[in-house]
C-alpha cells in the first residue's frame, strides 16, 4: 500500500524515504554510505572510470548501501536528447537476453522514467560502449508479451527488478526494458 510522502500530497511506495521533500528510493536508508554522490561531477567521473576500467564506483556504492552484491556489467549509452538534440551518455548495468543487451529503467523504483528511456524512444539509434569498445546498436522498449519474457530473463539475473516493479506499479508505471540490438563494425 502506497503511503503519503509529508506535505506534499503524493504517494510514495511502501519502503521509500523522504529526505527534503525529495523521495530517496536507493540508498537504502544509508546515504552515509554513497561517498561518490551521483550529482554532475560524481557521475562524470563514474564515466570515465567506466569507460577505461569497465567499473562504475556509483553503482557500487548503492549496491553495498542496500547490502546486496555488486553486478559488475556496465555499459555506458550514447542516445539523443530527445528535445536537444544533444549527445547524452548514460553509465548503466546491462543485463544479456539472449543476442541482446537489456537495460532496464527502473530509476530507483521512482515515479518517472529514466530521461534516456524518453531519449531512446524519440530516436532508437544510439552508441554503447562495452568493454572498452564503442558500437552501434538500435535500441527498443518491450512490451506485450516479449516484455513478459524479457522480465522473467532479467528478473534471474538483477535480484531487485521485482521489487522495482512492484514499487513502480503502485506509483503508475512500469519499469521499461530496453533491448539494445548491437550493429557489428
Known sequence: ???????????????????????????????????????????????????????????????????????????????????????VTSCLPFYRHGEDLVVCGTKGGGPSDPFWVKNLEAEPRCWIRVNRRQTPATARVSAGSERTRVFESVARQHPDLERYQAQTTQLGRDVPLVLLTVHPI
Request: charged share 20%; hydrophobic share 40%; glycine share 12%.
Open 1 to 87: 500500500m502506497a503511503a503519503m510522502e509529508e506535505g506534499s500530497g503524493r504517494e510514495t511506495a511502501p519502503g521509500t524515504a523522504t529526505l527534503g521533500g525529495r523521495v530517496s528510493f536507493s540508498a537504502h536508508g544509508r546515504p552515509w554510505m554513497i561517498v561518490m554522490k551521483p550529482t554532475p561531477r560524481g557521475k562524470a567521473i563514474d564515466r570515465a572510470l567506466v569507460r577505461w576500467t569497465g567499473f562504475s564506483l556509483i553503482s557500487y556504492e548503492f549496491a553495498k548501501a542496500a547490502g546486496r552484491p555488486y553486478h559488475r556489467d556496465h555499459l555506458l549509452l550514447t542516445s539523443i536528447g530527445w528535445r536537444s538534440g544533444n549527445l
